[in-house]
């Protein structure tokens, strides 16, 4: 599993679960009761139940609730002269009291919906003083439990003689989170789950951009590291009460996770031992050396060996990457068999033919050609063999006599990567990085976990001490992204290679620049003036030749005037005999009788594409710069004309809003390696910093470099400027 914590192996015993849902879960900011949350809650018990655990439920919310209500009852029953009086508080204990029984009608009412019983069990303070009551309860969860029944623990607050939270020294318990505990301990509970309305522990308050998750919570390192911020918005806990109840019952041994109510499913990713949330142990001392991934330490580490990779020598950068290379080769073998556990292991779990395809490393020779390790190692060697990219002097401008001003080109600092399927994508990006003296930041799909690590661990153990390891990070967790993504004062750029949705949710989740690698969806249009055996030959290798890459045709525009020469049926019997399924636009579906496609911008990545019929070159035009972008996000990748009639290409040509426009040639040409540029770090359909396949060019940025004889500006005054440009 992808995000599993080696320090929550224990979770394979648990059996008997408490868990401890907080006011600030259940409950709305309007006080009114969150119905989906609950629902969603119960679901989760249901599905526990149902898989053998023994689960006992602790929630707050009856006071809150009874508040809510209450109001509304003296509201109704008020004159509006009694509106104009001071309003007193109400009763607390009358609050409890009332909303006790309505938040149990709901749990009751919720349960019966899942064909689950559960059980309402009010307890206070003094009963804990009672070693009989102690006794019973014990024997009456247990009773319930072997039953499949949910218990459903509170305080009772509407009798409850303890003057006041922490106040009473007495206390055996001083809230929901303490009573959660001292259950835990009573009933022998194998693990306390605490649901708050923050992912976890935190250093600081979650608000604080600085602030880390902390997955494990060691009391020697964080006791005195952490600084809480407020407390909950309702009810009388808070992260505070959370952390010394969770303190008291993993001393006891019983294991606490702390973590989100509001996140989907998160008991059961607990119980699936997932990163999440913060674990308190009473063993957690002894696993201080398992270092916690630390976001933060990964790009500041990036960042000082990108430094000292730009002060070295074209040369010395040059033989990094040659000996790279030689690696990559030598440990062919050990790259073959992780890559085939992968897409093995992809397989099995019933992966789609596409995203095996893209995961999977040719390690044999094809048609003649390279296997593909090879290909990649020689494509090194391309890039390390290309003129020194740092430091290029781009213009160079005679300001005033003696006053030279050089644009030149610069390194943008720490690449964050986000990247799906391809482990051969690690190595393009990683050799890009390193030409262009940039740190590298790498994440990729789960999928491909076995092939990203021997080929990260044998591209970092080829760079130099003087220059680091860590100038290449590897992100093993999904868990770290959000982190990450919060780093904008050490990472500069952000590249997500993936789905759209992928795609949006970094935009949206970060304030460093985002270079969108996209959907591709590639059209081929078709012009009633084509080279119709050309024609057949592009489309067919446009759609066949790799089905899987971001560059295959999705789309095939042909003019009208080619369906009555018979054209389009000949093109759709040869797509048809090499497997191709077929969808029509809103002309073609009718009139070829085949299915109507569901959306005109979608990427398929697999032999199935989409047909339809347009009156001329500008209609092919405006359809393609019409389905190239949904909403923020451009999916115009390439596409590609088939005339003979030249003015209508410099049209299409100059008018098609995407990031590669071609004259007769197939889409499948868009790509690093075929452009010269060695590899790519992706294909940008983005409009800003850099737009199609993007090389070492797309990972730099410019910056000035002024050299004078002692000038000084004094008003302008004592300065004649010339602004001449000179040869570079």
């Given amino acids: 599993m992808e995000n599993a914590d080696p320090c929550r192996h224990f979770l394979k015993d648990v059996k008997r679960i408490i868990i401890k849902v907080g006011t600030a879960v259940v409950t709305r900011q309007d006080g009114r009761l969150a119905v989906g949350k609950l629902g969603a809650l119960c679901e989760q018990i249901k599905e526990l139940n149902s898989l053998g655990y023994e689960i006992i439920l602790v929630s707050s919310g009856a006071v809150g609730l009874g508040r809510q209500r209450l109001r509304y009852r003296k509201l109704i029953n008020s004159s509006f002269a009694d509106l104009q009086k001071p309003q007193i508080e109400l009763d607390g204990k009358a609050c409890a009291a009332v909303g006790q029984n309505s938040l149990m009608a709901l749990y009751d009412a919720l349960f019966s919906q899942l064909d689950v019983t559960s059980a309402q069990l009010l307890v206070t303070d003094n009963d804990f003083r009672d070693k009989d009551f102690r006794k019973q309860l014990s024997e009456t969860v247990k009773s319930l439990l072997g039953l499949k029944v949910i218990p459903i623990f509170n305080e009772n607050d509407a009798v409850s003689t303890r003057k006041a939270p922490y106040e009473d020294s007495s206390g055996i318990f001083w809230d929901n989170d303490s009573l959660s505990a001292l259950l835990a301990l009573e009933l022998k509970a194998d693990l306390l789950i605490l649901l708050s309305d923050v992912e976890g522990l935190y250093s600081g308050p979650p608000s604080d951009p600085r602030s880390k998750l902390i997955h494990t919570y060691i009391k020697e390192k964080h006791q005195n590291e952490i600084t809480f911020g407020d407390k909950s918005r309702v009810g009388r806990g808070g992260m505070t009460a959370k952390v010394k109840a969770s303190i008291h019952a993993a001393e006891a041994g019983i294991p606490v996770i702390i973590t989100s109510g509001y996140a989907a499913e998160n008991i059961l990713k607990v119980l699936q031992g997932q990163l999440i949330g913060t674990l308190f142990h009473k063993d957690a001392h002894k696993w201080a050396p398992i270092k916690e991934v630390n976001a933060r330490e990964m790009a500041v580490a990036a960042r000082d060996c990108s430094r000292r990779l730009q002060a070295m020598s074209s040369e010395e950068r040059k033989q990094i990457l040659l000996k790279i290379a030689d690696a990559l080769e030598a440990h062919q073998e050990d790259i073959r068999v992780e890559n085939e556990a992968d897409v093995a292991a992809a397989q099995e779990e019933g992966r789609e033919k596409s995203l095996v395809a893209r995961l999977t490393i040719k390690f044999v020779m094809i048609n003649d050609y390279d296997s593909q390790l090879a290909t990649l190692a020689n494509n090194i060697r391309i890039i390390a063999n290309m003129e020194d990219p740092i430091g290029r002097v781009l213009k160079r401008t005679e300001l005033a006599e003696g006053l030279i001003l050089e644009k030149t080109s610069s390194p943008l600092g720490v690449l964050l990567i986000v990247f799906e399927s391809r482990p051969d994508a690690l190595v393009q990006i990683a050799s890009l990085a390193i030409r262009s003296g940039n740190g590298l930041l790498l994440k990729g799909g789960k999928e491909a976990k076995r092939s990203n690590a021997i080929l990260h661990k044998v591209i970092t153990e080829a760079i130099p001490d003087s220059v680091g390891a860590k100038l290449i990070g590897l992100v093993t967790s999904r868990a770290e992204i959000p982190e990450l993504l919060k780093l904008d004062d050490v990472i ?191 294909i940008s359909t983005s409009r800003i910093h850099a737009r199609g396949p993007v090389g070492v060019d797309g990972l730099l940025t410019t910056r000035w470099i002024l050299k004078g004889s002692g000038q000084i500006v004094d008003g302008d005054k004592a300065i004649s400027y010339t602004h001449k440009d000179l040869a570079i």
Wanted: aromatic share 6%; glycine share 8%; charged share 20%.
């Fill in 492 to 682: 500069d750029l952000v590249i997500p290679r993936g789905s759209n949705q992928l795609v949006s949710q970094i935009k949206s989740s970060t304030k460093i620049p985002v270079l969108g690698h996209a959907d591709g969806i590639c059209h081929v249009y078709v012009d009633k003036s084509a080279d119709l055996e050309m024609a057949k030959r592009i489309v067919l290798d446009a759609k066949i030749d790799y089905p899987a890459g971001c560059n295959a045709m999705e789309t095939l525009l042909v003019h009208k005037d080619l369906v009555a020469k018979g054209w389009l049926n000949n093109i759709i019997v040869d797509l048809r005999t090499e497997g191709v399924t077929l969808f029509g636009g809103p002309k073609a579906s009718p009139l070829l009788n085949i299915p109507l496609a569901r959306t005109l911008h979608h990427e398929y990545n697999s032999l199935t594409c989409t047909v339809e019929i347009v009156d001329d070159v500008y209609a092919a035009i405006d359809h393609i710069n019409l389905y190239g972008r949904h909403g923020s996000l451009y999916f115009a990748h390439t596409d590609s004309i088939v005339t003979e009639d030249h003015e209508v290409a410099d049209v299409f040509l100059r008018q098609v809003d995407s990031a590669a426009v071609f004259h007769n040639a197939s889409t499948r040409f868009s790509d690093g390696a075929r452009f010269g540029l060695g590899a790519e770090v992706g």
